[in-house]
């Protein structure tokens, strides 16, 4: 039962559609194999079996009868402790919230139960979605499956474990700055953000239960799986219009232009000039490209963008919308001051002129209603400035983080690449952060291992509102240069 529980959830639901598998035989194999591995992984830190139980017979019953609930009929998921889900905690990792059971389903949640989800659990990850490893204050720490000494990233970490692990078909997490795309990279799996409010974040955290809905730009759901096709099937049943959140528009998915590999126009990015990648991270990078050139695709450097102004302009859009998502208490005031004190006096001097979170605190104790709008507009500005970079090219080619996952350590220290010292965001958000602040989708897929056997990832960065072509794209190179491996030991 081992290999069943890595296959794609698409087999998966395939298999349980023409009954050669029963929805309770699915599940019994992901029960045995979160008994045996959660135990040293904390990936998933609420199991709901009883209803998992009942739900499985359920979908099997229906099937005897001739009813087929949807797409994913009878498939076990889990979801990233911070959406909602109706009679089951939902915690966020936030001690405040360890006995918040909503009682209603997030949009997101409600049209995965629609589409014949059996929602197992929930999954481990950072303190409201706040870091780039995923600890907090209520569960054990998330370790990676490559090696239980190393992060899974964060702040879906739980999520990105659980998926490589096999203990989960399809986890859904939540990308403000890399939270789902750095977790795809360092657990060697694939991770989509799609288009800025293309997917309804009703009834997500970290926005705090009762407080006003600040995170509306720059925030986005997002679906770790083991398959670009599991990717784009969980994103066809969770995008579109929501009477929750009006400001999701009604676009549907685009049919992809069906360009042969040979006529695709790529831009390829190495590493942006300030923020160099790791030596090991560089020799994988440059075989993915020789890969690529041997196959005829052409790739070449695109237009660049102010990385110092891009930084500060995303430290400033996330200062304000964060500023009201959380509740002024003597928790949240410790753990913010010592996310400022790191990041202002951890790591290489250069390198923390761009990390430096504590430049923001103007923004953060003397918020105004004009500097917000006025990083709006900026905002605007760069979105264009991207679509600018990318309109001559099919799709952008760039690495997903400076390093492969690294060892456990506290909170936002900094972290050593090649002998410098880099300040922990610059570290992990320096090539993700860019596509939230302009909104752009882009798709992680598994591209090879280090020496040590820590995988590595490649994002690639589509245009926006056509993740249609960014599926189609990711689907035709990862048949050439795609390296899912499952981690030794599960």
């Known amino acids: 039962m081992t290999d069943l529980v890595f296959r794609s959830a698409c087999e998966l639901a395939g298999m349980i559609c023409d009954r050669t598998l029963s929805a309770t035989e699915l599940l019994d194999a992901y029960l045995v194999q979160i008994a045996q591995h959660n135990p040293k992984l904390n990936a998933i830190c609420t199991l709901d079996e009883d209803s998992a139980r009942n739900r499985a017979k359920q979908a099997d019953a229906a099937l005897a009868k001739g009813e087929n609930w949807g797409p994913l009929h009878g498939v076990p998921i889990t979801l990233k402790d911070i959406f909602e889900t109706a009679g089951l905690k939902t915690t966020a990792g936030y001690m405040p919230l360890k006995d918040y059971i ?3 389903d997030a949009t997101v949640v409600a049209r995965l139960r629609a589409a014949g989800a059996i929602i197992m659990g929930k999954s481990n990850l950072a303190e409201l979605g706040g870091d780039f490893q995923s600890t907090n204050s209520l569960f054990p720490q998330v370790n990676n499956p490559w090696n239980l000494n190393y992060t899974p990233g964060g702040s ?10 096999g203990l989960s078909a399809l986890d859904f997490g939540n990308d403000i700055a890399g939270s789902v795309r750095q977790p795809a990279h360092f657990c060697g799996i694939y991770g989509l953000k799609p288009t800025d409010r293309r997917i309804s974040t009703a009834g997500t955290i970290p926005e705090v239960p009762g407080l006003p809905v600040c995170l509306r730009q720059m925030m986005t759901v997002g679906i770790l799986a083991r398959s670009l096709q599991d990717l784009k099937l969980g994103f066809s049943l969770i995008a579109g219009a929501d009477s929750r959140r009006p400001e999701v528009p009604p676009i549907p998915l685009n049919s992809p232009s069906e360009k042969s590999l040979q006529s695709l126009k790529l831009a390829w990015t190495e590493e942006w000039p300030e923020v160099p990648i790791s030596a090991e991270t560089q020799q994988i990078l440059q075989g993915v490209l020789r890969k690529l050139t041997d196959a005829g695709i052409r790739m070449e450097e695109p237009a660049s963008f102010d990385f110092s102004k891009m930084f500060e302009l995303y430290g400033r859009m996330a200062a304000y919308v964060n500023k009201y ?15 400022l004190w790191r990041t202002a006096t951890q790591g290489d001097k250069e390198l923390r002129r761009l990390g430096n979170f504590s430049r923001f605190l103007p923004e953060l104790l003397n918020p105004s209603l004009k500097g917000y709008f006025e990083t ?9 400035h991207i679509d600018s970079i990318l309109e001559p090219w099919d799709a952008w080619l760039c690495p997903v983080a400076v390093t492969p996952a690294f060892t456990h350590r506290p909170s936002w220290t900094a972290i050593d690449v090649d002998g410098r010292a880099y300040p922990h965001g610059v570290a992990n958000g320096a090539y993700t952060m860019p596509f939230n602040l302009s909104g752009h989708p882009a798709v992680v897929i598994p591209v090879g291992q280090t020496l040590e056997g820590l995988p590595v990832g490649l994002q690639i960065v589509g245009k926006r509102w056509r993740e249609g072509d960014l599926f ?8 050439i240069i795609g390296d899912r491996q499952t981690p030794q030991g599960f």
């Open 376 to 384: 709006l507009t900026e905002r605007d500005r760069f979105t264009a």
């Open 102 to 104: 909503p009682q209603q």
């Open 472 to 479: 189609a794209i990711a689907t035709q190179l990862d048949s």
């Open 156 to 165: 879906s970490g739980g999520s990105a474990a659980a998926v490589a692990a």
């Open 325 to 339: 998502a959380q509740p002024v208490n003597r928790h949240t005031i410790r753990h913010s001051v010592k996310l």
